[in-house]
């Protein structure tokens, strides 16, 4: 072979192999509703002492998908009990939450935690507005960036083309995450 080709032949592959990765465009992902909830239920049961005035207990996570908003509302039994008595209360929330993909973990997480429903069966009056307060601000905590789904480097690599979401859009039965060509 000609060494002046080398070059050429180079450059040659080099724009033929962009080419190909321009080519196989953006393409749709389904991830089926069952598929996140297995991965939050296995971050559940939840259970640790807040402020060392509770003893907090989550457990029970529900996904519902919210196509109209593009949101994922995630819903959890709830169990507050002082350690100073022998009294607990039990209930229930439900966060609301946008997803964005995090690319240093390469998960589909939720953003911006929004509590939609917070209720303690049982509470009395005095303590209500406090309980609630410190549920609401838990659940936020503990739900913001929380990872639904993580992809597999395979799932992002195609024909030698490393692919990256572009969009995330909520359906009844799951979600489709548009993946385009990183460049």
Known sequence: MNPRLLPFLSAALTLLLASCAALLGPRDVEIP???LQQAIARKFPFSNRYLELFDIGVSNPRIAMQPESN????SMDVSFAPPFTNRSWNGSFAVSG???FDAARSAIVLSEPHVETFAINGLDMPYASQITKI???LAE????DAPLYTFHPEDLRRAGTWFTP???TTTPRGLVVTLVPAG
């Open 166 to 168: 572009s969009r995330i």
């Open 135 to 137: 549920g609401r601000l």
């Open 33 to 35: 509703l069952s598929t």
């Open 71 to 74: 949101r994922v509302l995630t």
């Open 141 to 144: 905590e503990l739900l913001r």
């Open 98 to 100: 946008q997803l964005k």
